[in-house]
């Protein structure tokens, strides 16, 4: 499969459009976003990408220097990691565009990890460190926050100080400005060993869904 033609401009738009327009190139990002990943797994989040699409869009990233391979497994490469605020404006733009009716549904959890770390780091203060599991749509997610960064990785956090479950559907309904993130983790189970760290999580929640909302 031959690669798509540069745009050849000395702009800095159309050099990441050089790296990123490809199709399919950002949805594979954004898999990644949710941690280290096969092959085999990436395909499954991505309903409709043929197999020979997903090896050369990897193969370009690899190339590209956003996605690393060791043995069977791709990462995102710290270059890569810097595409998540990228997906966030994309995700937030996206919230007012029509779905067409033949679209795939997407529920995976991890295509929703980008949108919802790029909210958190927008909402955290450098000052912010918070260590907590987050069960998302029932699959377990490592968040931790610390100096104004958020990371947020699929698999349970051992120890966690925190672990909170909701749905992608709670946290759109907070974004929609129809319900506040501590009425529904009220509904919730919350196993905590401090308090305080709950309180800290549902405020920056509450502060992320507001960001993606386009209340602040």
Known sequence: MSR???YSLNCPISLSLDLLGNRWALL???ELHAGPSGFGKLRDGLPGIATNMLSARLAELVEAGLVSKSGRVY???ERGQATRGILFELARFGRDVPVPEDAALTDAPSSRVAVLAGAIERAAGPLDELRAEIWLDDAPFSLTVSQGRAAMVAGSMPLAPVRLGFSWHDLEAVAQGNQRVANFAAQGEIAA????QVAALLDLLQKAMDIYGGFK
């Open 193 to 196: 060993q401090d308090p305080l």
């Open 28 to 30: 594979v990002l954004r």
């Open 4 to 6: 798509a033609k540069h």
């Open 75 to 77: 990462a995102l490469t």
